[in-house]
């Protein structure tokens, strides 16, 4: 079945300095990723939509310029996390559906990325 | 987006059947309905989807009455490892880019 990875499923950092959050749909094409972020005990609140060869488009709130999303191919986005700060510590969630399979509709989500800033 | 409300949480023993129910009020002829399940510091993991009536797989029932404002996820016999938290949303399927809008969740614990 269709799977989306995640790459790194943890990574601590310094605060200021940037992280590299990959997500890849493994066998098929995504045109559209999602990029989620979920605090401890809270639902996934959704940050992003990936468009590949175009812009982001960003939720209410979420700041563009401190989450850059790159969609440069139709199997891989990318969320930077730029100048982190230790409330950017959460939990990130990539997420996408494959419509070109069997019919079914599901969105596939990562293993997610655990962000420490210290 | 249709809005989704669900109980926050639920407690159960092994062995028995747990239904949980999400109300949604303003689904849109074209939404489908969608129940997710996860595991702490996990993704979320797709469970069961249905548009109308009943939908049955190898892990869940869900079952949609007529009116579509609400749906109710069945799990058969839960084990300790059905402890997580289940997220039920509403929106279209057929569309790559459509958006995928979580609720609260309910977190259930399956007791021994």
């Known amino acids: 079945g269709a799977v989306v990875s995640q790459h790194p499923s943890r990574v601590i950092c310094k605060s200021g300095t940037s992280v590299k959050i990959e997500c890849r749909s493994l066998d098929f094409q995504a045109t559209t990723m999602f990029w989620y972020r979920q605090f401890p005990k809270q639902s996934l609140m959704l940050m992003a939509t990936s468009n590949e060869g175009s812009k982001a488009t960003y939720e209410q709130g979420v700041e563009k310029d401190k989450f850059l999303i790159n969609h440069a191919s139709l199997t891989l986005s990318t969320l930077t996390v730029t100048s982190a700060h230790p409330e950017d510590s959460s939990f990130y969630i990539c997420?996408?559906?494959?419509?070109?399979?069997?019919?079914?509709?599901?969105?596939?989500f990562g293993q997610g990325t655990r962000l420490t800033v210290v | 987006l249709a809005k989704t409300t669900q109980p926050i949480s639920m407690d159960s023993y092994e062995g028995q059947e747990v239904n949980i129910t999400c109300s949604h009020n303003n689904i849109a002829t074209n939404d489908y309905i969608t129940w997710y399940q996860q595991f702490p510091s996990q993704g979320p993991r797709f469970i069961i989807q249905?548009?109308?009536t009943k939908v049955t797989n190898e892990v869940a029932s869900l079952f949609i009455p007529a009116d579509r404002k609400s749906s109710t996820l069945s799990l058969p016999r839960v084990s300790l490892s059905d402890t997580a938290v289940y997220y039920c949303l509403v929106g279209p399927v057929y569309n790559q880019g459509g958006k995928l809008i979580f609720g609260q969740g309910t977190e259930l614990s399956v007791k021994p």
């Open positions: 997420s996408a559906r494959d419509l070109a399979g069997t019919g079914n509709t599901e969105a596939f």
């Open positions: 249905g548009y109308k």
